[in-house]
C-alpha cells in the first residue's frame, strides 16, 4: 500500500492519542497495513483528535467539525467563511474542499496552528491540528505519508499576506439599540447580539452593557474598545453582518432603533 505501514500508524496514533494507548494497542493487533490504518482513523475519530470522512460534507459543516477539534484555533479572521463561500459558489465539490482547506490552513498558522492531514489511502480526508512546533515533530514520524496542509518548513503564511492589503482591515465596530421598554428587554437584546457574535464573529470580543437613557426607555450597547476586528473581504462581509444585527434586533424590538459604526483603521 505505502512504504510506511502499521508501526508509522501505531506511532501516529501515539503522537495523536498519548492519553489512549489502547487505540496503538489497536492498531498494533492487524498484519494488513490497510486494517492497521482504517482501525488508526475510527480509533482517532472516535476519540475526537480528527476529523474524517468530511469529503462530501458541505463548508459549514467541514468547518464547525474542524472548529470542534481540541487543538482548533480559536480566533480566526471574521468574514473568512462568507470570503470562502463566495469564491467556492460555481466550483465542484472537490475543488471547493481544497480550497476551503487551504484557507484554513494558512489562517490557521497566523495563530501557530498547522491543519494537518493523514492520508487515508483513498478519495477523502483525515484532518486534525496542532501547535506548529508540534506539526514539524509530528510530520516526521513518516514525512511522505502525513502532509502539513500548505505549511511550508519556515511556516510561511501566503494568504492575506502583505502583498494583498486590501483583502485584510483592521475595523472598529460599535453599536446602540435604543427606545427598549425596561431593563429586561434590554438584557434580551444584549444577549441575542451575543448569539450574532458567537456565529458571525467567533473568538472575537465586543463589550456590551445595557443603560437606561435620561430615566426614559433603556438601551443595550457594545463595542471592540482598544481591539479592533480582524476581517476579510470588509467591502463584502459588512452589510451582511450589519443585515443580520438588524434582523436580531428587529425581531426582539421592532420599535426599536439601531446605529451602528465602523471605524476602518488598516485597509
Excluded at 511550508?152 to 503564511?157: E, G, I, Q
Excluded at 437606561?212 to 453582518?241: K, M, Y
Amino acid at each position: 500500500m505505502t512504504e510506511y505501514g502499521r508501526d508509522t500508524f501505531v506511532e501516529i496514533a501515539r503522537y495523536l492519542a498519548s492519553d489512549r494507548p489502547v487505540i496503538a494497542d489497536a492498531v498494533r493487533q492487524h498484519d494488513d497495513d490497510s486494517d492497521a490504518l482504517e482501525e488508526l482513523l475510527i480509533g482517532l475519530e472516535e476519540a475526537e483528535v480528527i476529523v474524517w470522512r468530511v469529503a462530501k460534507e458541505d463548508p459549514a459543516t467541514v468547518v464547525r467539525l474542524l472548529q470542534s477539534l481540541p487543538a482548533a484555533p480559536q480566533q480566526l479572521p471574521v468574514g473568512w467563511f462568507e470570503f470562502i463561500c463566495a469564491r467556492t459558489d460555481e466550483l465542484d465539490r472537490g475543488s471547493a474542499m481544497e480550497l476551503l482547506l487551504e484557507l484554513i490552513g494558512e489562517l490557521s498558522l497566523q495563530g501557530g496552528t498547522s491543519l494537518i492531514e493523514i492520508d487515508t489511502q483513498a478519495d477523502d480526508y483525515a484532518l486534525t491540528f496542532l501547535p506548529v512546533e508540534s506539526a514539524r515533530r509530528f510530520v516526521d514520524i513518516a514525512p511522505a505519508y502525513l502532509a502539513p496542509m500548505r505549511l511550508s518548513r519556515d511556516a510561511t503564511v501566503r494568504f492575506a499576506a502583505a502583498t494583498d492589503p486590501a483583502l485584510r482591515t483592521e475595523v472598529h465596530f460599535a453599536y446602540k439599540v435604543t427606545g427598549l421598554d425596561n431593563s429586561d428587554h434590554a438584557f434580551e437584546v444584549l444577549q441575542a447580539m451575543d448569539s450574532l457574535y458567537e456565529r458571525m464573529l467567533t473568538g472575537w470580543w465586543v463589550s456590551g452593557t445595557i443603560d437606561q437613557v435620561d430615566d426614559g426607555p433603556w438601551a443595550a450597547l457594545g463595542d471592540t474598545e482598544g481591539t479592533p476586528l480582524h476581517v476579510i473581504d470588509f467591502e463584502r462581509w459588512q452589510p451582511v453582518f450589519t443585515d443580520e444585527l438588524r434582523q436580531v434586533v428587529s425581531s426582539l424590538a421592532p420599535r426599536a432603533q439601531t446605529s451602528i459604526g465602523w471605524d476602518q483603521t488598516g485597509a
